[in-house]
């Protein structure tokens, strides 16, 4: 955006490392980018460096596929960081990259395929009071749910969640361990390996392909992806390549943004308000068992959500943003 002043972006760039990552005065800040976010990723650091922390800039190769895991140097340094921002043109939000750094205390927010007009025009300006409080009382729901039935279209797809945790992305990270994406506001889960069986109708856009041309319909069975049909679908199975692992029902998800919109970028796009976005690949970072080297979301628009029987998504709604869970 030409328009605005590198000063601006400084001053945004300042308010998401204070307000969002509680970022602190001699703190080490570590920037992770590649060359699809150059500027993002100087200013990122600059404004690290005006905030008087001990600031790093990583500059990466851009990876093939969201969830590979990064160069072994760039995972080390993340573990030994206080607070790791990832903007890179693909996710390392599901990598063991990430999930260690948290373990050694980092708050680690990533932000694949950020761009600017997200900055400025969409979910980084959100209020994150109210997005934080929507999603934690949406995380209730999903922690305490033991079955999900997901209506989309003509489609119904069943899952079971029991014994799985939500997990909480608010958009608010200022504690050792905590983690998620910038922009967010969504709360996810991993569903139990095995149990989806059933149909979703992916109306939206989807990780690698962006916005659909048309509906791509996702049949399951045992867990897996089973078939997948709309214009998409070749490239979709194209994407996956012949690993079955990235073939399992990895994540069930809630957005809870109300700034946020369909762009193509998946980074924005799972966080709508009101819509729900299941996932293919890996999940064994956020409490699955499956580890595929990849790891792709899909997002419905207008779909029905019900966790053990209650309704907690429709028509564009978060039930729970007009009633608390109890």
Request: glycine share 12%.
């Amino acid at each position: 955006m030409d328009r605005v002043k590198n000063m601006d972006i400084i001053e945004v760039a300042k308010r998401l490392l204070t307000d969002n990552m509680g970022l602190k005065t001699g703190e080490t800040l570590l920037v992770v980018y590649d060359e699809t976010t150059l500027r993002i990723g100087e200013t990122l650091f600059e404004a690290g460096v005006q905030l008087g922390a001990k600031a790093i800039a990583l500059r990466t190769p851009l990876l093939s596929k969201n969830g590979e895991e990064p160069f072994p140097v760039a995972a080390r340094a993340m573990a030994e960081s206080d607070v790791v921002v990832a903007a890179t043109g693909t996710s390392l939000t599901h990598t063991q990259a990430k999930k260690n750094a948290c373990k050694a205390g980092a708050r680690v927010a990533t932000m694949p395929r950020i761009t600017e007009d997200m900055f400025f025009n969409g979910p980084i300006t959100a209020d994150y009071g109210k997005v934080e409080a929507l999603t934690k009382r949406v995380n209730v729901f999903l922690d305490e749910a033991k079955e999900a039935e997901l209506r989309s279209g003509d489609c119904v797809l069943k899952m079971s969640l029991e014994g799985r945790s939500g997990i909480l992305s608010s958009g608010v990270y200022r504690n050792k361990g905590e983690s998620g994406n910038l922009p967010s506001g969504e709360s996810y889960i991993a569903p139990v390996e095995g149990s989806a069986s059933g149909s979703a109708l992916i109306d939206g856009s989807f990780a690698g392909l962006g916005i659909l041309k048309a509906p791509l319909k996702l049949t399951f069975e045992k867990g897996k992806m089973t078939k997948a049909e709309g214009p998409d679908a070749e490239r979709l199975e194209a994407m996956l390549g012949e690993n079955p692992l990235a073939r399992n029902l990895a994540e069930l998800g809630i957005g809870t943004n109300d700034k946020a919109r369909v762009t193509g970028v998946i980074l924005e796009d799972e966080k709508i308000y009101g819509t729900v976005h299941i996932a293919l690949g890996s999940n064994d970072t956020f409490g699955g068992t499956v580890a595929a080297g990849i790891h792709v979301d899909g997002i419905i628009t207008k779909p029905e959500l019900l966790l053990d029987g209650r309704v907690i998504v429709k028509d564009g709604t978060v039930l729970p943003d007009l009633a608390s869970p109890n």
